[in-house]
């Protein structure tokens, strides 16, 4: 096998020897039919010595039949026996491989298209490039594209990334299966490492491969423009061969589970299914990352990575009262009387984050802003706090001392601002309170435009201007007026 691989890296260098480009220019000429021919002809022989006995089925598409082969379910290193059965094509492999001793100049020499998932632009990056080449023509050959984007214990079919999907040309699919009794070539983040499966694999006298080519998928016009939905008729017609099931999780769901684990939260508060509710929710993982953290450090007091009514109020720094119970129950989707991470996410994106606007943010601070000095002093934050919540008594110093970042008694715009952005979930409380008084207003101004009998009664009267135009209130929770006004307050509650 190091003879093997020494011959494939002594011939990937020649290959690859004064070439410019480093992988934006194709190998054309002696260089690539030497790639080619030397590589696949290594590739089969390597696979034989290691033991395994492949079994093909169904025609290998040429271009430009079909410039694209989506293989799955990807399972582990060996997969890449499909490069070797389909002339050592270029395919999409992570930017760290290449950096690897031996195996990354042969990689090279395959002139890959390179990811990395720590790239912010990598994806859209790649994107581009899989277009580039899937469009040359001939130019660059055809490529190998594992879908899933991560390894699978192939029990299912995991979401299929765009990328292969977005040139909109023709894509062979391609299914791997391993009909063996002891399963040695399974490589996930949990179980065996590659070194363990390699010497299981090593142990064993042979190990059997079957690969089928399924007749070329030709999108539609409507799959050319839809990727996603490209992707799941590929992904179905697959799964159905296959026999398996499909799911929406994805590569983020894993690092999510991963990263709950390591917040001593329970696996399974990982947000499950990540890409099927971020599609919805327009959700992005750095955001959700960082909501996961917040999560944790709330349900650090409780067991089982759920979070009560008692830490929802210690994590506001609020008292229980029927407001905060209400606000609770809306991120308690099923009733249960806790909040799991995947209520918390759905109730923030959905009844936080739409609220949480640069133009709420100045009416509510225009509403703490009593004397309209520019500044909150701890008075006027108590004021509005107490009154949302129906709590005379209710002492906000603790929560007014977290936004008072320069401590100096009084809040600015910006110090507000920074912690309505970092805590969305006050944003409900806000915004709860300015439809209260915009409802006020607005019956108020009902009021004022009624028949004239009762306009000009001399039991209707109020110290409320109607010039009032402003969806504010002026610093009061009730407006000050006579027996008939109550009413109206009567009415601001049940609303």
Same mark, same amino acid.
């Given at each position: ?28 000429? #002696? ?57 050592? =094509? ?31 632009? !990598? ?63 399974? #490589?996930? #983040? ?34 050319? *423009?839809? =990727? ?14 296959? *026999? ?40 992005? #993982? ?62 923030? !994106?959905?009844?936080? *984050? ?103 009664? =001399? ?37």
């Amino acid at each position: 096998i190091a003879f093997i691989l020494l011959l494939a890296w002594l011939f990937a260098s020649i290959a690859t020897f004064r070439h410019h480009g480093k992988g934006s220019v194709p190998l054309k000429g #002696w260089r690539r039919r030497m790639i080619q021919t030397t590589l696949s002809c290594l590739t089969r022989t390597l696979f034989f010595v290691m033991g395994f006995q492949v079994k093909v089925k169904g025609k290998i598409a040429s271009l430009p039949e079909a410039p694209i082969f989506v293989a799955a379910p990807h399972s582990s290193f060996f997969d890449a026996i499909i490069s070797a059965l389909t002339g050592m =094509p270029s395919i999409v492999s992570r930017a760290e491989n290449l950096s690897t001793p031996i195996f990354g100049t042969i990689l090279s020499s395959l002139q890959p298209v390179s990811v990395s998932r720590q790239d912010p632009d !990598s994806r859209k990056n790649t994107v581009t490039e899989i277009t580039k080449r899937a469009l040359s023509r001939g130019q660059w050959p055809q490529i190998l594209i594992f879908p899933e984007g991560t390894c699978t214990n192939r029990s299912c079919l995991i979401t299929f990334k765009q990328g292969a999907f977005v040139p909109g040309v023709p894509v062979q699919p391609v299914l791997l299966r391993y009909p063996n009794k002891l399963d040695t070539v399974t #490589w996930t #983040w949990q179980g065996y490492s590659l070194k363990e499966l390699c010497v299981m694999t090593l142990c064993q006298l042979f190990t059997r491969v079957e690969v089928e080519f399924l007749p070329v998928h030709v999108p539609t016009e409507e799959e050319k *423009n839809d =990727p996603i939905l490209f992707a799941n008729r590929v992904r179905q017609t697959m799964a159905t061969a296959l *026999n398996v099931p499909v799911t929406d999780h994805t590569f983020e769901d894993c690092r999510l589970m991963i990263s709950a684990g390591q917040l001593t939260l329970p696996m399974e508060a990982g947000l499950v299914e990540f890409t099927k509710i971020s599609k919805k929710l327009n959700l992005k #993982w750095n955001h959700v990352r960082e909501q996961l953290d917040t999560f944790a450090a709330i349900a650090s007091a409780s067991k089982g990575g759920r979070i009560g009514i008692d830490e929802f109020a210690e994590y506001l720094k609020l008292p229980i009262s029927d407001v905060l119970k209400e606000l609770f129950l809306l991120f308690d989707r099923n009733g249960d009387g806790t909040i799991d991470f995947r209520e918390y996410v759905i109730g923030l !994106s959905i009844l936080c *984050n739409p609220a949480n606007t640069e133009e709420t943010i100045q009416m509510a601070f225009k509403l703490f802003d009593m004397d309209e000095d520019g500044t909150i002093t701890e008075d006027e934050f108590a004021c509005i706090i107490q009154s949302a919540l129906g709590v005379p008594e209710l002492d906000v110093s603790m929560l007014f001392k977290e936004i008072d970042a320069d401590e100096t008694g009084k809040l600015s715009y910006d110090e507000f601002k920074n912690f309505a952005l970092k805590h969305p979930e006050y944003a409900k409380l806000f915004t709860t309170y300015l439809d209260l008084q915009r409802y006020q207003l607005d019956v108020l101004e009902e009021d004022d435009i009624e028949s004239p009998e009762v306009k000009h009664s =001399p039991v209707r009267k109020s110290t409320i201007p109607v010039s009032e135009t402003t969806p504010i209130a002026r610093n009061k929770v009730c407006p000050e007026g006579n027996g008939e006004d109550n009413s109206s307050t009567s009415d601001k509650k049940d609303d």
